[in-house]
């Protein structure tokens, strides 16, 4: 995967002015510059997963049984937790790295109790998370993993959990989590494979409204691709543009990943599915392949959807078997193959804030998620101290102007195509208090939430904007800004910026918000406009053909 904010740490801000106005078109900085500066590190992750691959596939990935799956799930879970699968990268260019972080107290946590437990990892929490470390790797080490062995384990993480939420997603509790505890119950094979069809039908369902193949396919799926990126002339007109065909074949897929959890599910072991099985596998080779991954989960899943397949093969279960007698599993499923992801098609918010994002309901990368930025004033910026004190006044320094800011493009790419400084050229003048764009143009300075995450404290390997865990960088943010001598934001000294997702049923614009953050929802320093969607073919044509004056729109 490309981490997103990670490109931007990594390079140099020296030359931003020189380095923005040379390109035509914020598509072809996200092409040509970003995609060739993220290929090598990308060519390096792909070879490590095929080395990782040949490794378990001669030694774990050979037994197809119970106790091996979960065995499996337990080490790709653990590794998440550690933030050693492809948060690595991350890690790297953050503060401190991902679990050094949880095992000091001090550091900066998110607690799920925020009024009732402490902002900063306490004792507690810290030996928590060591004792569910040590525990895990025991187990892995020992092979054990009986239903006691697997029901501490999950014990024992979720504790350390609650002192910080960023772990809990980190791990990507809907993509392992849930299916390692589907195995403590009735037919746990079976109710592996059907969690799995239902992740294929609902992943495939919901980039249907074309953000994926009209946006993310093109320019984060393949352009961040090891192989694929050196195909885009083939898949881009020479305005960088995705062209029809490749659009084509990006909502053919989506299709496919529908279908095949669909097939999984109504059919037969054996029989008809069997064929979904195997589109389902082929999808994931292409990924692994072609796409920018991630790569680890990918062989991870590969492996569970033949391990459980072939598991009910041998005990007699279909797709059919849950509606017969769903036993003891029928409600587990229900909750996390059916309830959940379908809150999501009808209100995002609601599954961002409560059930962990988009992620619940369909892979990373699906596009249409969540986008925030802050923008504070850079003669605010005093203080050193804290753990994002002297972070804004490095990017303070030297910083001259919003519009040459080389964030604003990446900004367009994490947002699915939304041409952010052109909202905030449409809509500063409320939330700021000023009347004049270049005398907010010279005040202001972008900071990117994902910046933010990637250069400070490491809250949360697998971002997503909607979670709780993006407003504890604006309290960390604020507490920065404000003085000793007066606790409170002076007006006007950080603003945020929020580009909603978009709901799947019924979404037809997409909502923006630009607001002081000293101010409450209902005050006038409030910006809100519902703009077409960004990924729209004219939209992108618009922009391109436009080049860099489309940014003054």
Same mark, same amino acid.
């Given at each position: ?293 991630? =790569?680890?989960? /990918? ?5 569970? @959807? +033949?391990?459980? &397949?072939?598991?009910?093969? %041998?005990? $007699? ?47 990373? =990368?699906?596009? /249409? ?5 802050? @923008? +504070?004033?850079? &003669?605010?910026?005093?203080? %050193?101290? $804290? ?68 250069? $400070? ?97």
């Amino acid at each position: 995967m490309v981490v997103p904010g990670l490109l931007e740490t990594m390079s140099p801000r020296g030359d931003v002015r020189k380095a923005k106005k040379d390109w035509a078109s914020p598509l072809e900085y996200i092409v040509e510059k970003m995609g060739a500066e993220n290929l090598r590190m990308t060519q390096g992750r792909l070879l490590a997963a095929l080395v990782w691959s040949f490794v378990l596939g001669c030694t774990v990935y050979r037994r197809f049984d119970l106790p091996r799956l979960r065995w499996v799930l337990m080490l790709h879970h653990l590794l998440a937790a550690l933030g050693l699968d492809e948060a690595l990268l991350m890690s790297l260019s953050a503060q401190e790295p991902f679990a050094l972080r949880l095992l000091r107290p001090g550091a900066v946590v998110t607690p799920w109790a925020p009024s009732f437990l402490p902002k900063q990892q306490s004792v507690f929490g810290a030996t928590a998370y060591a004792s569910f470390v040590i525990l895990a790797i025991y187990q892995l080490i020992l092979y054990r993993v009986s239903d006691q062995d697997v029901s501490v384990f999950l014990a024992l993480f979720l504790l350390a959990c609650i002192f910080d939420r960023g772990l809990f997603h980190s791990t990507r509790p809907s993509d392992i989590l849930k299916f390692l505890a589907a195995t403590l119950l009735q037919e746990p094979a079976l109710n592996v494979y059907t969690l799995l069809a239902c992740l294929y039908f609902w992943s495939g369902l919901y980039k249907l409204r074309g953000f994926f193949h009209g946006f993310m396919f093109q320019y984060q799926f393949l352009n961040f691709s090891a192989i694929s990126w050196y195909f885009r002339h083939l898949y881009l007109t020479e305005e960088y543009l995705p062209r029809p065909a490749v659009c084509a074949f990006g909502a053919a897929g989506t299709w496919i990943e529908m279908l095949a959890g669909l097939g999984m599910i109504l059919g037969a072991l054996p029989g008809s599915s069997e064929w979904f099985i195997l589109l389902a596998l082929a999808m994931h080779v292409f990924i692994f392949f072609f796409g920018m991954g991630p =790569f680890r989960w /990918n062989v991870m899943t590969m492996y569970m @959807l +033949v391990c459980s &397949a072939k598991l009910c093969l %041998e005990q $007699g279960f279909s797709g059919r078997s849950l509606w017969k007698d769903p036993g003891s599993s029928g409600l587990y499923l229900f909750i996390f193959g059916v309830g959940i992801p379908f809150i999501g098609t009808l209100d995002p918010e609601t599954l961002g804030r409560y059930f962990g994002g988009y992620r619940m309901a369909t892979f990373h =990368f699906a596009g /249409n998620e969540t986008y925030r930025a802050l @923008l +504070v004033k850079k &003669a605010a910026v005093v203080a %050193e101290e $804290g753990p994002l004190g002297q972070l804004l006044r490095d990017r303070a320094k030297g910083y001259e102007r919003l519009t040459q800011d080389e964030d604003m493009f990446t900004a367009l790419l994490y947002a699915d195509g939304l041409n952010v400084e052109g909202s905030l050229r449409r809509g500063f003048q409320a939330p700021s208090g000023l009347t004049d764009f270049d005398e907010f143009d010279r005040t202001y300075m972008f900071v990117p939430i994902t910046w933010l995450n990637c250069r $400070g404290p490491l809250l949360n390997t697998k971002w997503d904007e909607s979670l709780p865990v993006t407003e504890r960088f604006v309290e960390l943010v604020c507490e920065t800004l404000a003085s000793s001598d007066e606790p409170r934001l002076a007006p006007g000294t950080a603003l945020q910026f929020v580009a909603h997702v978009v709901p799947w049923l019924g979404g037809r614009r997409k909502r923006l918000e630009l607001f002081d953050l000293t101010a409450s929802k209902w005050s006038a320093s409030r910006w809100v406009e519902h703009v077409e969607l960004p990924w729209l073919p004219h939209m992108l044509r618009s922009m391109a053909q436009s080049g860099l004056q489309s940014m003054l729109l």
